[in-house]
């Protein structure tokens, strides 16, 4: 008799996207002719850089021909180029990684989810509160949740992430073994300094800890003084790895192309340097079969000096969304964080109303769909999330419709 993973039934609840894009399902069939504006889930909207277009191009052609078709790659770690482009780029930054620290993959959110089934099922987990609702969902499933109360996993230690300590946790009070840490951090905006990295660094080498740090929106830093990846902070390639993205940098959502570093350094409890690394490849090797080499060729577009600019053109473009949000919000007094070095506008729902009311508030009164804080965890109730990806006609004009209709 087939039975099923039972720790799905221990999910708190539907997919938090999947479940905001029901909601305005359902708004739109009771309201027809309605135009919702979507500043949601964080999707890119914007074309692709040429450059990287025309590389992509170059990447199909090659499969029309005999002479130069490709199928399955040796290893489903990446093409060489593209990984010795990623740790070029960390190398400039003077982070100490190797090309063959860098596994390429289809994205972050499947690396993040998968990164957990390398590490033992007794590890104790701890995440920022809000954070990326994968990190939660996928030890969950692996069964490190614990009983769900409603509100929170016995299981896993929540980091509060709140206003008054900046959207940035202190250090774990009891001893954990897997830290997950998001900066710039989705869903608040805020970003780490290479101070705070450096105490949680510290914590994780004293502890045998190990960091996943997600990095996936580090190409939205403008602020030369913070840290675009934690290998900034010394000693950290033994006791953290990092996943990053092609998704919010060069628009790659729907491409899909990510990467994770792991250090050949990194160690753990039971692990001596070398056999994290070790585990990662062998566990990519076994259930993934590299990207596809288009997005592959795009991801090397991605990095050349041309690209690179063509990118961050766009990132400029997003981050002008973000100062029309936060300055507009501002000017009718709602509280808000986040939206300088980071795509994402964390604001104080008016009255620190409940997450989901002001969800179906701002819906009802000024037509624009956002992401409701609690649905990141505990620490976000009272919260709410504006996205900055979009054309900005519509991002005006949602700004315009909620301080024009929003009753507060
Ligand atoms: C978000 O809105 O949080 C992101 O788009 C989700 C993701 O990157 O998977």
Redesign the pocket.
Known sequence: MATINGNYNNLAAGYL?PEIAKRAKAFLEKNPGIQIMRLG???TTHPLPKELIARMKEGVEKLAHKETYTGYADNSFGMARLRKAIADRYRGWGCPIHDTDIFVSDG??PDSANIQSIFGLNNVVAVQDPA?P?YVDSNVIAGRGGTWDGIRYAGLVYMPCTEENGFFPALPDKKVDLIYICSPN??TGAVATKEQLKAFVDYAIANKAVIIFDA?YAAYISDPSLPKSIFQIKGATSCALEINSF?KEAGF?GVRLGWTVVPQELAAEDAVPGKIQTLWMRRQNTMFNGASNIAQEGGIAALSPEGSKGCKAVIDYYMNNARIIKQGLEKIGIKVFGGINAPYIWLQTPGKMDSWQFFDKLLTETHVVG?PGVGFGPNGQGYFRL?AFGHTENVQKAVESVQKNLKI
């Open positions: 996207f889930i964080g999707d972050a959110k990326y994968v989705n869903p996936a998704s959502t992401t996205s």
